[in-house]
């Protein structure tokens, strides 16, 4: 099991950045791969970035791609979301999830075991 805890959310204006973390305690960090989702009022949770055990391997939804950096510090355990150029369209509650030993980044939230309780980002245009 892995608890997952994330932080960082908070209300920007269109253009701004923010930095979301996600920190995990438990079972080993480094086994799982992590991925951020959100989920606007009204719509289906939605895939926004994954990033593998080690971190060579990432992936982005086409919405967030050259804007989004997902990094990660298996050292501090923490999975981390860099939103640079912020957008209306944004705004959501953000989750991180992990996914144990997967050999393959995943978008579908089904395939994901653990889930953080989210941290809603706000970007006023």
């Known amino acids: 099991q892995v608890q997952l805890v994330e932080s960082g959310g908070g209300l920007v204006q269109a253009g701004g950045s923010l930095r979301l973390s996600c920190a995990a305690s438990g079972r080993t960090f480094s086994a799982y791969a992590m991925a951020w989702f959100r989920q606007a009022p009204g719509k289906e949770r939605e895939f926004v970035a994954a990033i593998m055990w080690r971190g060579a391997s990432t992936t982005y939804a086409d919405s967030v791609k050259g804007r989004f950096t997902i990094t990660r510090d298996n050292a501090k355990n923490t999975v981390y979301l860099q939103m640079n150029s912020l957008k209306a369209e944004d705004t959501a509650v953000y989750y991180c999830?992990?996914?144990?030993?997967?050999?393959?980044?995943?978008?579908?939230?089904?395939?994901?075991?653990?889930w953080g309780q989210g941290t809603q980002v706000t970007v006023s245009s």
């Open positions: 999830a992990a996914d144990y030993l997967t050999f393959a980044l995943s978008s579908t939230p089904r395939d994901y075991e653990h």
